[in-house]
């Protein structure tokens, strides 16, 4: 058998002629950028995410840095984050050319470690980039409680999160803005690149569509500014697919209470840790080898034996080659938890139109891994 990774096209074969449908408004509309199927889908993923304003951009990195420039953060200011997430998070604030600051992750949610933070907290730190890593909500009540009190900006990278909340809170409950993307494997997913930026702050909504759009809002008239647009085909597959976003989340939480079911009983291997009361969309089941140095025999054996299981991301940020490439960086305090996530770390196939006989397929071979392995 054969399980992937991903499944795109299963997923497109099921609401194709909704997607397709949108797709023709569009290209009868003869409006392909900031036409209105893209205002359509701000629109609706505001009122989604209950945010007064959402803004359709590029992509998901450009997300967070326009949102950072939106907020006059550039050169000598710091951004606090954790080293063991997509390397976009970080590469967003040297865009900017602000500083970076590594703090450890949390030894169970894998997310920022809130306890980290506040050691990290120089004159110069202007803003705090957590991550809702794996789909997992970071622990928001006590980043905002540290950024109030600090007097920082709270930018949450929600890549992998989307339609995710905490317990007590929503996302962006406190922060001047969340981010996201929708390149293609994304929970909410288009058939490319792109991101958006939602927030109750009129003047980041303001100044962020106007950096998109080569500092315009009015033709003719610019100031400083990027080309970084969601265009409408893209908004078209998106608003097409937010409809069904909640059968997907739950379709991904079925999957991963099968895997965590199944893999119980494994002696080599850390499951997940979803904390209760928080809706944890399962943009990834990461599994951590407890022995790091077993983590390549798991893959190969998984690859091996027709599971395209992955690593979301076996290097960390700070030991990639050539780091920090002569941008500002520093490391406060040890990352040994980040580091040993990047060392151990393996996911596992996890998208909704997966089926029972292909997971517990997953499970059956991690089990006899782990049965020579435990
Ligand atoms: C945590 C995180 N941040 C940022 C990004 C960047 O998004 P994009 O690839 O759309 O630029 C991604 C995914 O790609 C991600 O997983």
Redesign the pocket.
């Known amino acids: 058998m054969k399980v992937e990774f991903y499944g795109h096209v299963r997923q497109y074969l099921n609401i194709r002629t909704e997607i397709d449908a949108n797709i023709q408004r569009v290209l009868m509309s003869g409006k392909y950028v900031l036409g209105p199927m893209g205002e359509q889908f701000e629109k609706e993923l505001a009122a989604y995410t209950g945010h007064k304003y959402a803004i359709g951009v590029g992509?998901?990195?450009?997300a967070?840095w326009l949102t950072l420039l939106a907020l006059g953060i550039g050169p000598g200011d710091e951004v606090i984050t954790h080293p063991n997430?997509?390397f976009?998070?970080a590469e967003a604030a040297w865009v900017v050319g602000a500083t970076v600051v590594f703090v450890d992750c949390d030894p169970q949610t894998r997310c920022i470690d809130p306890k980290k933070i506040e050691a990290a907290i120089t004159s110069k730190t202007r803003a705090i980039v957590p991550?809702h890593l794996y789909g997992q909500c970071a622990d928001m009540p006590a980043i905002w409680k540290i950024a109030e009190k600090h007097n920082l900006k709270v930018i949450e990278?929600n890549?992998?999160g989307i339609d995710g909340a905490g317990d007590t809170f929503k996302q962006g409950d406190r922060s001047a803005a969340v981010t996201t993307?929708f390149?293609i494997q994304k929970n909410l997913g288009c058939f490319g690149?792109g991101?958006a930026i939602y927030t109750n702050d009129s003047a980041i909504d303001a100044r962020v569509r106007k950096l998109r759009s080569h500092g315009s809002t009015k033709r003719d008239h610019h100031s400083f500014g990027f080309n970084s647009r969601l265009d409408d085909i893209q908004a078209a597959i998106l608003s097409a697919k937010l409809k069904h976003l909640k059968d997907y989340t739950s379709a991904r939480a079925k999957w991963a209470a099968r895997y965590t079911a199944g893999l119980k009983t494994c002696r080599a291997i850390t499951l997940p840790y979803a904390v209760p009361g928080y809706r944890h969309v399962w943009h990834l089941y990461a599994v951590e080898t407890k022995n790091p140095a077993k983590r390549d025999a798991l893959l190969a054996f998984l690859n091996k034996e027709g599971v395209d299981a992955k690593t979301h991301y076996s290097i960390a940020i700070h030991k990639q080659e050539g780091y920090p490439w002569g941008k500002q960086a520093r490391i406060v305090g040890a990352v040994t938890e980040a580091e040993k996530n990047a060392a151990s770390v393996v996911t596992l196939p996890m998208f909704p139109e997966l089926t029972a006989e292909e997971v517990d397929y997953v499970i059956a071979k991690v089990q006899e891994w782990d049965k020579s392995n435990g």
């Open positions: 992509n998901g990195t450009d967070i997430t997509f976009a998070t991550v990278d890549a992998q993307s390149i690149d991101g």
